[in-house]
Each structure stands twice: as structure tokens, then as C-alpha cells.
């Protein structure tokens, strides 16, 4: 398609040819027609920016060309021209979306101006619009924050998935996002007027995790005093969530095995054959490959689960993600709790960089929840930060205005933290490397306060 800036239309002849001429001298790229209809012919071989159009015409007339523009979803601006005793129709035109109108006789150098506002006015639309494309889905949705390349390449195959009504399994640490990826896969499938169901396995005792999933029948079992429906057939044209898959029973899993093969299912107890149509998402934080050599899951339950596999890395390997996320979280925390913290301090922020974080995004949200709830200035210092995540840092040159015994019991106590961490919180070895008996190591720990940060992680957590 061709691409020129102006097409002028009007009936009379000399307006026609003396504006073509007067605006080619300015440098635009123009066309110019007697007729609207023919206007229309232009229009579907070249785009043109803005077209400059009289209001009465024989043929066609502005309103109608305007109402064909806009009818085609053409983009183009439109300026009227339009003699003195009908500013009626002009009114008209712009409350139907012309961008403006000048009166005859034509004052040129306010025409000129305003051809002048319409064309950059319009060019700022055009490359707000291209933006627009190139921004992905995700990045429009509030709830969900990704900076890191790695996240970025993981939602644009999530965008590709979602559209399809494949099975997803997600897998990653506790606390990466599995659960929001599961909703944020419902809520862009065509399945996102259905139901969303969420059931973590891990959670419910075997006869119990059977009756949510599949529902009972009355007398199933001790205490099923009526029939009840399972999440199976409360998520029908929906998506069902099943957190923590690997925790579901062997018995469970072959019932979910027929239901992926098959699509239907019995309630416990019961006989009649359901049909369910229900897409499927799980998730797991172990490996399900080896629950699989363990013989704790069923291989061929985990191959069908397994159609498409998201894996979201843990926080400590996709730092781009974390300033973002601070960002985000002070935001949200600065709303719950009506504080008004403005960031975080750059010591801060290299502590957040440097931590392993263990329980991942949630412990991050929890870390700046309590940041924002305790920061007494405008700022997240290092201090309001746990004690887990100073203590991880290099001795550093902080303790230099300290009285010695002060500055050496910190040195210790970060040389005992940082040795405990590199091996994995073994004590044995972490006694052995630093050259004292593990009551010693034990006793630091006590005065010095060090806990297994997965301790710590699982506290947050609950
Ligand atoms: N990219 C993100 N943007 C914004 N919030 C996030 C992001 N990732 C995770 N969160 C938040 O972190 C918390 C933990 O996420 P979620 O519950 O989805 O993790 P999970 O992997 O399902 O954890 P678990 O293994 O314990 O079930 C939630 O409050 C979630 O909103
Ligand atoms: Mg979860």
C-alpha cells in the first residue's frame, strides 16, 4: 500500500487544484479528487495521513466519506472545508470524529497550521500504536511483574500456550510463581469466561483429596451423609489447578490418568460414568522424574501431564526480576498500609542482589511488606532488612568505627554465617573447615543468632 500524507477532495475545481499546489510547496505528499466516491477508490490503494475534504458534494458527502473512513477502520485525520452558512454540518462532522474544520474563504495560514498540529498529532498516534504492538500481552497485566529475559522468552511461549487448550505442567521452587502462572494461563485461554479451580494435593488426606477432586456419593464413606459434586465437575468449561501433584496417591492418579485419557470419571462411591471437559494445569516444586524413579508417581500419568512444561527459575537466577518486583511490592505495600516509602537505598538493594532467597518471590514480598511497614524514613534501609540477608555480605567496612571486640564478634559472626551457607548448613563440615569443635560452632550460632535460613523460609512461608 502506497503511503502519502494529504488527499484533498472538493467538487470545486479551482479550491482542488490551488490547495494541491499550495501544500506541495510546503514539502507534502498530495493527492487531490472532485468526487467522493472516488475519494473512496483512493483510499483503498494508498494511506494517506489526513485528508482535507469539503462538506457539500454531489456525489458523496463529507459525513458520509467521514462514516466510510471510520466504518473501514481507516486511521486517517480529517479536516473539513466548509463555507460560512453551515457550520451545522461541521459541528457534526466533529462530534463524529473529524479532528477539525475551517471556514471559507480559506485563511492559508491557519489552514496551513492546522494541517500542520493534525500531521504531528497523528504521527504520535501511529508510533504510540506501533508501541502498543510490540508490547506483549503480559506486560499490560498489572499483577504480574517480569523484567528478566529468562521470564520474558518463559511468558511468550506461556502467551502461545495459553491460546491453546494443552496441559501444562509447572514446575519450580516454592514461592517462584507457579500458582499466578496457572491463573494467568486461564485468564488469556479461550476458556477464560469457565471457571477456575484450584486444589493443592498436598495438603488433603487420600480419601479426602479423592472427594474434593471427584466429588462422593452418600454413604461413600464414614461422613458422607449427602452427595456431593468434586471439583471435576464444579470446573466444567473451565481450568483446574493441581498444586503440589507429586503429593497425589497412586489410586488418585490413576483416576486422574483416565480422566485425561478418557475424560470422564466416577464420583467416590459411585457408578455413573461423568464427563468432564476440563483443561488441566499442575504444578510441583520436587522433580517429578525422580518421584517417577522412585515409583512414587506413575510414568505414564507424568508423560501426560507433561505436554508442555514450564519451568520458572528460581529468583536468585533471574536478577532482572528483583528491582522490578521491589518496585512493584512497595507500590502494593505502600497502598495496603497507607505509607508512602519512595524506594529502596542502594545498599539495600545490593543486599536484595547478593541473598539467595531461598522461598523466592513470596519471601521477597514478604521482605518489603515488612520493610514498608517498619522503614521509619522514606527509604528501605539495609538495617529493616533480616538479619539472614546482612549476614550473607563480605565483612565489610562498616565495623571500622567499632570498638574491637565489637567489630571482631560481627567479623565472626559473618565468617560462621557465610562458611555455614557455602556448605549447604552442614555443621559438621562447616566445623571442620573453620578449626573448631561443632559445641563451639554451636554455641556461636546460639549467641550469635544464626538460623538455617530454610527454617527461616519455611516461617515466611506459613
Ligand atoms: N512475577 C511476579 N509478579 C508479581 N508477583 C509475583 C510474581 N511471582 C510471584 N509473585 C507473588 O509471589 C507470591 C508467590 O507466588 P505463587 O503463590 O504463585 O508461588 P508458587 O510457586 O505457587 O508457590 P508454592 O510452591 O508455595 O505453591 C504470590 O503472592 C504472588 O502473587
Ligand atoms: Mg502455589
Redesign the pocket.
Known amino acids: 500500500m502506497k503511503q502519502k500524507d494529504i488527499l484533498i477532495v472538493d467538487d470545486d475545481d479551482l479550491v482542488c487544484h490551488s490547495l494541491k499546489e499550495m501544500l506541495g510547496m510546503e514539502g507534502y505528499k498530495v493527492d487531490s479528487t472532485l468526487d467522493g466516491l472516488e475519494a473512496l477508490q483512493k483510499l483503498r490503494d494508498t494511506k494517506y495521513s489526513l485528508i482535507i475534504s469539503d462538506i457539500r458534494m454531489p456525489t458523496l458527502d463529507g459525513i458520509e466519506l467521514l462514516k466510510e473512513v471510520r466504518g473501514k477502520n481507516l486511521d486517517s485525520f480529517l479536516i473539513f472545508i466548509t463555507g460560512h452558512g453551515h457550520i451545522d454540518g461541521a459541528v457534526e462532522a466533529i462530534k463524529l470524529g473529524a479532528y477539525d474544520y475551517i471556514t471559507k474563504p480559506i485563511d492559508d495560514i491557519r489552514l496551513k497550521l492546522t494541517i500542520k498540529r493534525a500531521l504531528e498529532q497523528k504521527q504520535l498516534l501511529d508510533s504510540y500504536q506501533d508501541l502498543k504492538k510490540k508490547i506483549r500481552p503480559w506486560e499490560l497485566d498489572d499483577?504480574?511483574?517480569?523484567k528478566d529475559h529468562k521470564?520474558v522468552e518463559l511468558l511468550d511461549l506461556v502467551q502461545t500456550v495459553s491460546e491453546t487448550l494443552a496441559t501444562v505442567l509447572?514446575t519450580?521452587?516454592?514461592?517462584?510463581?507457579?500458582?499466578?502462572?496457572?491463573?494467568y494461563i486461564h485468564r488469556h485461554s479461550s476458556r477464560k469466561g469457565g471457571p477456575f479451580i484450584e486444589l493443592?494435593c498436598g495438603t488433603l488426606t487420600e480419601t479426602l483429596l479423592e472427594s474434593e477432586l471427584f466429588g462422593h456419593v452418600k454413604g461413600a464413606f464414614t461422613g458422607a451423609e449427602r452427595t456431593k459434586k468434586g471439583k471435576f465437575e464444579d470446573a466444567q468449561g473451565g481450568t483446574i489447578f493441581l498444586?503440589?501433584i507429586n503429593c497425589a496417591s497412586l489410586n488418585c492418579q490413576i483416576k486422574l490418568l483416565r480422566i485425561l485419557q478418557e475424560r470422564t470419571f466416577e464420583r467416590v462411591g459411585g457408578n455413573e460414568s461423568i464427563h468432564t471437559d476440563v483443561r488441566i494445569i499442575t504444578?510441583t516444586?520436587t522433580p517429578l522424574p525422580l518421584e517417577v524413579e522412585k515409583k512414587r508417581f506413575r510414568e505414564d500419568l507424568y508423560h501426560r501431564i507433561n505436554v508442555v512444561s514450564l519451568f520458572?527459575p528460581p529468583l536468585r537466577e533471574r536478577l532482572g526480576?528483583i528491582e522490578?518486583?521491589i518496585e512493584?511490592?512497595i507500590k502494593r505495600f505502600n497502598e495496603t498500609h497507607q505509607k508512602k516509602i519512595k524506594g529502596i537505598t542502594k545498599n539495600a538493594l545490593q543486599l536484595c542482589y547478593n541473598y539467595h532467597w531461598p522461598g523466592?518471590?513470596?519471601q521477597?514480598?514478604n521482605v518489603m511488606e515488612r520493610g514498608v511497614i517498619l522503614s521509619p524514613g522514606d527509604f528501605i534501609i539495609p538495617e529493616i532488612l533480616p538479619d539472614e540477608m546482612r549476614l550473607g555480605t563480605p565483612v565489610a567496612e562498616d565495623t571500622a568505627d567499632l570498638p574491637l571486640a565489637i567489630a571482631l564478634a560481627e567479623a565472626e559472626k559473618r565468617i560462621i554465617f557465610r562458611c555455614l551457607k557455602q556448605h549447604n548448613w552442614n555443621r559438621q563440615t562447616t566445623a571442620q573447615v573453620l578449626g573448631i569443635s561443632r559445641t563451639t560452632l554451636f554455641n556461636k550460632m546460639r549467641q550469635y543468632q544464626i538460623d538455617d535460613p530454610r527454617k527461616i523460609s519455611e516461617s515466611l512461608?506459613h
Do not use: H
Not at 143 to 146: G, L, P, W, Y
Not at 172 to 180: A, L, Q
Open positions: 499483577r504480574i511483574i517480569v521470564m509447572i519450580g521452587e516454592s514461592g517462584t510463581g507457579k500458582s499466578m502462572l496457572a491463573k493443592s498444586d503440589d504444578a516444586n520458572i526480576d522490578p518486583l512493584y511490592f523466592n518471590v513470596r521477597l514480598e512461608l
